[in-house]
Nanobody, 114 residues
Framework: QVQFVESGGGLVQPGGSLRLSCATS????????MYWYRQAPGKERELVAY????????IYVDSVKGRFAISRDNDKSTVYLQMNSLKPEDTGVYYC???????WGQGTQVTVSS
């Protein structure tokens, strides 16, 4: 069974940093692109970043370019999201996922507020 367990969220002041982790199981992690999504209160879930199976290619939504960095450890079947220079508009629940998977983990809450 495919599973995603996100962690690392919390309350942080504007300008602060957080590192999110997503531990996966139930599939061959190194075969798949991996995605980070977020869902802000009252809004639809949006794609934030994704990374190729080897980690050699990464793509970011414009609003996080230069501030967020996605990475992965294929030996640990884990994908990460380093978030720097956080803004209040980064607040939301963050989820990871892979292509072709309809189930989601519980996500991790990120709140950016002074």
């Amino acid at each position: 069974q495919v599973q995603f367990v996100e962690s690392g969220g919390g309350l942080v002041q504007p300008g602060g940093s957080l590192r999110l982790s997503c531990a996966t199981s139930g599939f061959t992690f190194s075969y798949y692109f991996m995605y980070w999504y977020r869902q802000a209160p009252g809004k639809e879930r949006e794609l934030v970043a994704y990374i190729s199976p080897t980690g050699g290619s990464t793509i970011y939504v414009d609003s996080v370019k230069g501030r967020f960095a996605i990475s992965r450890d294929n030996d640990k079947s884990t994908v990460y999201l380093q978030m720097n220079s956080l803004k209040p508009e980064d607040t939301g629940v963050y989820y990871c996922n892979r292509p072709g998977q309809v189930n989601w983990g519980q996500g991790t809450q990120v709140t950016v507020s002074s």
